[in-house]
């Protein structure tokens, strides 16, 4: 943060222009006067540094204008799709070889029923610019970042398959509080106009659990275990 408040940027340039020039001290009372002001125009200088960043959180490219987003568009860039030797027809895990999957193209896990869903859809792989993005999103309060993120699931969704609402998973209400925000949420509402999909709260969160960063799979499925229910409708 302190970078972008110095760095020399055109939003930089307009900060000095509209700057109040230092005039010399005429009398013993212009000088606090004179301080005050200074003390005002930094303390705005670095509120619309923080507002309107001047390089890129991802990878510190030089942003002008007053871009929407505290990132370049070229890390906004949509991600590229994966590449694998094979992949599971139902969890879409990549593999490197099809000796991995049954002969209907299921894996191991899915064929255990551990996966427990019908089908997954996948824009990109979790790491390098896409994971960085979700982690801004998540963890530093971005909500706009909701936008180009809605819009790599609105890339990434079947059109010829056929669903009947959007649901998206709720946090725990300690975690929301935290967050400020449910993220699933507010993807679901950049979805929404292209699925033409009701967004319902159709399942509740009755425990907390610790963060899921950092757990292997086999852990992150026993993190959750029991987390969620499905209330009975009325």
Not at 63 to 90: D, K, N, R
Request: glycine share 8%; charged share 20%; aromatic share 8%.
């Amino acid at each position: 943060s302190g970078r972008c408040i110095f760095a020399r940027t055109p939003l930089r340039d307009w900060i000095d222009a509209i700057k109040p020039r230092r005039r010399p001290t005429r009398g013993p009372g212009q000088g606090p006067l004179t301080a005050a002001v200074d003390y005002a125009t930094q303390a705005a200088a670095g509120v619309l540094a923080l507002t309107f960043p001047d390089v890129c959180r991802l990878c510190d490219t030089r942003l002008t204008g007053f871009p929407p987003y505290p990132v370049c568009s070229s890390c906004l860039a949509p991600p590229l799709p994966l590449t694998a030797e094979a992949f599971c027809i139902q969890c879409y895990a990549p593999f490197h070889s099809a000796s991995a999957l049954d002969v209907s193209g299921r894996c191991r896990l899915c064929r255990s029923g551990l996966t427990q869903f019908d089908a997954l859809y996948c824009v990109g792989g979790y790491s390098g610019r896409l994971r960085d993005l979700i982690l801004l999103f998540k963890y530093e309060q971005l909500r706009p970042l909701a936008k180009p993120l809605g819009e790599f699931l609105r890339r990434g969704y079947p059109r010829e398959a056929q669903f009947d609402l959007l649901v998206p998973m709720p946090l725990h209400w300690r975690r929301r509080r935290e967050r400020g925000f449910n993220q699933a949420e507010l993807l679901a509402e950049e979805l929404a106009p292209l699925s033409g999909l009701p967004i319902v709260g159709a399942v509740r969160r009755v425990r907390n659990t610790p963060r899921q960063a950092g757990l292997t799979g086999k852990q992150r499925r026993a993190n959750v275990k029991g987390a969620f229910v499905v209330p009975k409708p009325a």
